[in-house]
């Protein structure tokens, strides 16, 4: 028996984290979707006011630097005034302050590096 929860705790750390996706909604015009996270990528598309797109991942920034740092969750963080950007899965990113949605800020994992951790 003890082997098995063995075998099994080992498969479940082994096994790739699924994405969270989540819903969000543009309100912020007709909006154009970027190939990456920044304004000087192509535009590959626009979406329209009101349109229900998904969200797989956020950008964030690190508040504590004009400059941006390196999480502890392996991913970038951006100054503390830098633009946000969110992923539409398979499609492109869109500005943070462009869409609304309930657990956005979720999407991409906190941050528990710098002053006060």
């Known amino acids: 028996m003890r082997r098995a929860l063995i075998l099994a705790a080992l498969c479940l ?7 969270l996706t989540i819903t969000a909604r543009v309100s912020g015009g007709n909006i154009a979707i970027h190939a ?6 192509a535009i590959v598309g626009r979406v329209a006011d009101g349109t229900e797109i998904p969200i797989d991942e956020c950008t964030q920034v690190d508040s504590d630097s004009r400059f941006g740092s390196f999480g502890d969750a ?13 992923r539409i899965p398979d499609v ?3 500005r943070r302050d462009e869409i609304v949605g309930r657990g956005l800020v979720n999407v991409t994992p ?8």
């Not at 750390?13 to 994405?19: I, R, V, Y």
């Not at 990456?36 to 990528?41: A, F, L």
């Open 110 to 117: 906190p941050d528990f590096a710098g002053p006060g951790w």
């Open 36 to 41: 990456g996270p920044h304004e000087s990528t």
């Open 74 to 86: 392996g991913y970038g963080l951006r100054g503390r005034n830098a633009t946000q950007w969110c």
């Open 92 to 94: 492109g990113w869109v």
């Open 13 to 19: 750390a082994t096994t790739p984290a699924l994405a």
